[in-house]
C-alpha cells in the first residue's frame, strides 16, 4: 500500500506559477513510475507527466515546455512545476504512483488537489 499526499494547488493568475508536491509514504525507488493527472469539469482525467524509476519523464503535449517533473529522493516526493500557467490547466490535478511487482501492478492515487487559472 502506498499512501500519497498531495500539496501546492490554489488560485493564481493566467501567466503565473505553482509548484505541486506529493509526498509518498514510501521509498519512491520502489515505484516503478510517479505521474500526475488531472481532471477538468466535464473531461475525463488525463496524463500531464510522469517520471520512471530511473529519472525518465514524459509530458502531455500541452504542457511540454512549460511543466516540470522532478523527484527529490530522499524526501520521497514528486513535484510538478506549472510555469506560464494558463486557464485550460484548470483541473484537480491527481498524484499517481504505479507499482509493478512482475505478476502484479497496483495503482494508486492521491486525494487530489485543485488549480484555478483565472484573472
Known amino acids: 500500500q502506498v499512501q500519497l499526499v498531495e500539496s501546492g494547488g490554489g488560485l493564481v493568475q493566467p501567466g503565473g506559477s505553482l509548484r505541486l508536491s506529493c509526498a509518498a509514504s514510501?521509498?519512491?525507488?520502489?515505484?516503478?513510475?510517479m505521474g500526475w493527472y488531472r481532471q477538468a469539469p466535464g473531461k475525463q482525467r488525463e496524463l500531464v507527466a510522469t517520471?520512471?524509476?530511473?529519472?525518465?519523464?514524459n509530458y502531455a503535449d500541452s504542457v511540454k515546455g512549460r511543466f516540470t517533473i522532478s523527484r527529490d529522493s530522499a524526501n520521497n516526493t514528486v513535484y510538478l512545476q506549472m510555469n506560464s500557467l494558463k486557464p485550460e490547466d484548470t483541473a484537480v490535478y491527481y498524484c499517481?504512483?504505479?507499482?509493478?511487482?512482475?505478476?502484479?501492478?497496483?495503482?494508486?492515487w492521491g486525494q487530489g488537489t485543485q488549480v484555478t487559472v483565472s484573472s
Open positions: 499517481n504512483a504505479f507499482k509493478d511487482l512482475g505478476m502484479a501492478q497496483y495503482s494508486y
Open positions: 514510501t521509498s519512491i525507488f520502489s515505484i516503478a513510475r
Open positions: 517520471i520512471t524509476r530511473w529519472g525518465s519523464t
